[in-house]
């Protein structure tokens, strides 16, 4: 049994910045991909950013040069620091852990996070 959990969402002004936090627990020996997708309401989840465990980073382009993501491998954690906030960067923002491998498993697997609100609005 693998758990994410987001944390660092909220309401900020545009130009301002939030940190996202996602931590990974359980059964874990190692996770190949993690990533950050956000979703608003009417349109499909779309990815943001993704960290392989050989911290090679892949970025949206609406989200080039703002937006770092970043990851701790030995805690099992990954961050999204958001600078320079638009209102179109309101979502839900959801975390994704991929490759998971788990002792007792021959199968990786893929789990999400329940998600973090972001609210950019002056």
């Known amino acids: 049994q693998v758990q994410l959990v987001e944390s660092g969402g909220g309401l900020v002004q545009p130009g301002g910045s939030l940190r996202l936090s996602c931590v990974a627990s359980g059964s874990i020996r190692s996770i190949f991909h993690m990533a950050w997708y956000r979703q608003v309401p009417g349109k499909e989840r779309a990815l943001v950013a993704g960290i392989t465990d050989s911290l090679n980073t892949m970025y949206a382009d609406s989200v080039k040069g703002r937006f770092t993501i970043s990851r701790d491998i030995a805690r099992n954690t990954v961050y999204l620091q958001m600078n320079n906030l638009r209102p179109e960067d309101t979502a839900v923002y959801y975390c994704?852990?991929?490759?998971?491998?788990?002792?007792?498993?021959?199968?990786?697997?893929?789990?999400w996070g329940q998600g973090t609100q972001v609210t950019v609005s002056s």
């Open positions: 994704k852990a991929d490759g998971v491998r788990s002792p007792g498993r021959i199968r990786p697997g893929d789990y």
